[in-house]
Structures are given as structure tokens and as C-alpha cells.
């Protein structure tokens, strides 16, 4: 194991919320690393980022369309990842819905995650199984709502659901939540969505 060190006494360090919120993670000088060093690293980085995309570099020769053709704000990747959670502070919880959603329930229901529950950055008081404050740092998918398909992007208790023209095809509406300490059976009942 790496070591990748997201908290320090019971808080996220900002290393951690710096993985948390990223969509590309360059690492360089991978020529080096280790190959199990190197594959580690990126298993780690993933489990708290499940929806970021990680870049090996030598000498920091970086493909640019990988950082700047990503489309951040006006696409959101397929889910790569159903749950990961590690020993650690930051992980991501993917979930999924068949269901079509009301948009006003939706946006309820990000509102009571991000601003009103204790989930909210603002009320970090409700405490997980492990002892540590359920905190969301981003929350990124698609949903299909009675009004249209959406793109949701949030960052801390700032969201915001984006009309998309065309419905994307072959993937299921979901959620990605990426933060610390999540629990994913309090995310299930609050959004009456799914494990993918």
C-alpha cells in the first residue's frame, strides 16, 4: 500500500478533499515507480474518486486532451465503480435508479443531503458506524427526471442540474457520491436509488 494519508485527526486533510473533488489526477515520474507501486496508488486514488481519471506521466509529458478535452461540465462519465470504501476517510458510492424521478423529489432531496441533513458540510454532527462525520464532497450523474434527463453537479452544498439536449444512451440514470465517510444505506433511503 502507498500510504495515501486523506485524514489526520478524525479530519480530511486537504490532500484528501483535493482527490475528492478532482475529475483528472495526473501522477508523474511513473518510470520510477514499481509497477505494484505504481497499480496501488491508482487502486487507492480510485477508491476515494471513483469517477476521476488517472493519468500516468514520465517526465512530465502529459496528453493535454486528456486534461482539457475532458468536458467536466457538460458530460458525465458512465459509473466505473458500484462502492469503494477502504480504511480511510474519502470513498465513493455509486448509486442507480429504474425509476423515473421528480424533479422537484430530486432536488429536495439534494438540497436535505447537501444543506440540511447532517451530511451537509454546514451540520457535520451525524456520526457513521466508524465514528467519523458523513461529509458529501461531490456528487456528480445522470438522472431522468418527469421534465427531462439532467446532468447533477455538486461541490460541497453547491449543486446544480443541467438539461441535457440529447439522453444518453446505454447507461442507467445514477449518482455518484464521492466524500467522507459515507453511508451507503443512509444515501439509498434519503435518494430511493440502488446499488449498481
Given at each position: ?114 444543506w440540511e441533513e447532517p451530511t451537509s458540510p454546514l451540520k457535520q454532527s451525524h456520526l ?35 438539461p441535457i439536449a440529447t439522453p444518453p444512451s446505454g447507461t442507467a440514470p ?23
Open positions: 500500500s502507498s500510504g495515501i494519508n486523506a485524514e489526520y485527526g478524525g479530519t480530511v486533510t486537504e490532500f484528501g478533499r483535493q482527490i475528492a473533488l478532482a475529475d483528472v489526477v495526473v501522477l508523474n515520474k511513473m518510470d520510477l515507480v514499481e509497477e505494484e507501486s505504481r497499480d496501488s496508488l491508482t487502486e487507492e486514488i480510485r477508491a476515494m474518486n471513483g469517477a476521476c481519471v488517472v493519468q500516468h506521466t514520465t517526465r512530465s509529458r502529459v496528453d493535454l486532451e486528456g486534461i482539457l478535452g475532458i468536458q467536466a461540465y457538460t458530460s458525465v462519465p458512465p459509473p466505473s465503480t458500484v462502492e469503494h470504501k477502504l480504511s480511510r476517510a474519502i470513498s465513493t458510492v455509486t448509486l442507480t435508479t429504474d425509476k423515473l424521478l421528480r424533479k422537484k423529489e430530486l432536488e429536495n432531496t439534494l438540497e436535505s443531503l447537501l457513521v458506524e466508524d465514528g467519523g462525520e458523513m461529509t458529501i464532497l461531490r456528487m456528480k450523474g445522470r438522472v431522468h427526471t418527469d421534465t427531462g434527463w439532467f446532468m447533477v453537479q455538486a461541490v460541497r452544498d453547491i449543486y446544480e442540474l443541467t445514477h449518482l455518484i457520491f464521492i466524500g467522507s465517510h459515507l453511508d451507503s444505506q443512509r444515501l439509498q433511503n434519503v435518494t430511493k436509488m440502488h446499488p449498481r
